[in-house]
């Protein structure tokens, strides 16, 4: 009896070594965070995937981001998280979704800021109610127009720091979303999202949505030679159809923005794939004038 309990506390000591062994190695948990990744996009159940998140969520909040050195750890480990981080180091975003088999989408954000000394940890509410969501809101933390960030942009002007974000939304089945979003830093140490920085027929919007058919692709990019952010113009397949976002898809023109004067300046680029077809129409035209304009090489 002495010998089997001996056997059993040698195990549970053995075993409680290699958890703390392994927890120096990974202090910071990525291995665990890529497992509960994996459960939310490969489960084949929507219940078992809000139970992945759930437990990805709380790991995240509860014992990795307020853990000391968060905010600089590499997270070189981690592949499956979008984490942002802007050039200031005040900033940085851990941004995730959850795909239904309805084909709908869920967001997940948490930001780390730097404020007076200290780190804050802000845990981001999706907006319950889009019909608030338009170019010209702004919102607090509260009301997070939800998506995937994939790009973050860092602009001041006198006053204000500006993190400009592209992001995308899978939306539905029948059309996807992609935004061009802005957060500004409040003096309350609270975050706002939107600012009047975009440069429009009227005014000035605090964020640009656009909304197309989920069979196309849109391009939005922002192009660090140039400083500028890039993208589609998007269009009806038929002018009877303006509005309905799901027949909508990237036309043969490319617009952008670009800081100047402290805003988002408006800018029409050349459209390189009309311009491409051109120069080949171009050069074909020369080669045919050039074979006109030589002496014939056989004269019978």
């Known amino acids: 009896m002495q010998r089997t309990l001996f056997f059993i506390f040698l195990l549970a000591f053995n075993f409680d070594s290699l958890q703390l062994k392994a927890q120096e190695q990974d202090p910071f948990q990525e291995a665990k965070i890529e497992e509960l990744c994996f459960g939310v996009l490969n489960t084949d159940y929507d219940e078992e995937r809000k139970q992945f998140n759930q437990a990805l969520k709380q790991l995240l909040k509860e014992e990795v981001l307020p853990k000391e050195g968060a905010f600089a750890h590499p997270f070189s480990k981690v592949k499956s998280l979008g984490i942002l981080s802007s050039p200031d180091s005040m900033l940085r975003i851990f941004n995730w979704m959850v795909p239904f088999s309805d084909g709908s989408y869920q967001y997940e954000g948490l930001i780390l800021l730097k404020q007076a000394g200290e780190v804050k940890l802000i845990d981001l509410k999706p907006l319950k109610n889009d019909s608030v969501l338009t170019e010209y809101a702004i919102l607090g ?20 720091t500006y993190y400009t974000l592209l992001g995308w939304d899978g939306h539905n089945r029948l ?39 989920a069979q196309h692709s849109m391009r939005l990019n922002y192009d660090a030679s140039t400083k500028q952010i890039q993208f589609d113009f998007l269009a009806p397949l038929k002018p009877s159809l303006e509005g309905v976002y799901e027949y909508y898809f990237p036309a043969m023109t490319q617009d952008a923005y670009v800081w100047e004067e402290n805003r988002w300046k408006f800018i029409k680029l050349i459209d390189t794939d009309e311009g491409r077809k051109r120069e080949i129409k171009k050069l074909e035209k020369n080669k045919k004038d050039q074979i006109l304009e030589q002496d014939d090489i056989y004269k019978p």
């Open 141 to 160: 933390n509260k009301q997070w127009p939800a998506a995937l960030y994939y790009e973050l942009i860092q602009r001041q002007d006198q006053f204000d």
């Open 175 to 213: 059309s996807t979303k992609k935004t061009i979003e802005v957060i500004r830093l409040k003096t309350d140490g609270s975050i706002q999202f939107g600012a009047p920085i975009f440069e429009a027929a009227k005014g000035k919007k605090s964020r640009r949505l656009f909304e197309y058919s």
